[in-house]
T-cell receptor, first 111, second 115 residues
């Protein structure tokens, strides 16, 4: 599975959009981009995934560049409860493999 | 609640004791994964099951660790002769590999402290 690069930390004001970037320049054509988050002392929570097209669900939007070498997770109206570590992971479908987590981006939402 | 559940949520033990954790996956999920997470790091893969078969084990899974999924439903992870280095959060995840792509859903974890 391709390696990802994320900023170590980011801040966002409550009510504003949080845009979390991820670089995955070695991504293969069949690899999906997954986002998880982990609130302190809890298990990782699935957010969203995508292959080529932009995706949106009730939690977030995922924007993938046309060359698929990077993506951005968007939380449209961040709240204090969105403070967490956000992990960007790429993984090919059908593989038996584990998810390979990096150290993620620590998002701090402030008043 | 139909999510992944883990028990106990917290376990404190003395070095040298054995401990066992349980994971109950989402009911229709045929794959079950175990991960370990130490402070400040992302989760690291330990092992996974397809139904009752254990198909992959990480080199992190030393001989003191054993995992089972006897009927393809719940799973247990046992650590024998615990060491202080075993202190970590142990996470379980499950997925339905009949779907493409399969998404792994995690439980709340079991936090182990070895004194």
């Amino acid at each position: 599975d391709a390696k990802t690069t994320q900023p170590t930390s980011m801040d966002c004001a409550e009510g504003r959009a949080a845009n979390l970037p991820c670089n995955h320049s070695t991504i293969s054509g069949n690899e999906y981009v997954y986002w998880y988050r982990q609130i302190h002392s809890q298990g990782p929570q699935y957010i969203i995934h995508g292959l080529k097209n932009n995706e949106t669900n009730e939690m977030a939007s995922l924007i993938i560049t046309e060359d698929r070498k990077s993506s951005t997770l968007i939380l449209p109206h961040a709240t204090l409860r969105d403070t967490a570590v956000y992990y960007c992971i790429v993984r090919a479908p059908g593989t038996a493999s584990k998810l390979t987590f990096g150290t993620g981006t620590r998002l701090q939402v402030t008043l | 609640d139909t999510g992944v559940s883990q028990n106990p949520r917290h376990k404190i033990t003395k070095r040298g004791q054995n401990v066992t954790f349980r994971c109950d996956p989402i009911s229709e999920h045929n794959r079950l994964y175990w991960y370990r997470q130490t402070l400040g790091q992302g989760p690291e893969f330990l092992t996974y099951f397809q139904n009752e078969a254990q198909l992959e084990k990480s080199r992190l899974l030393s001989d003191r660790f054993s995992a089972e999924r006897p009927k393809g439903s719940f799973s247990t992870l046992e650590i024998q002769r615990t060491e202080q280095g075993d202190s970590a959060m142990y996470l379980c995840a499950s997925s339905n590999e009949g779907r493409r792509p399969a998404t792994q859903y995690f439980g709340p974890g079991t936090r182990l402290t070895v004194l």
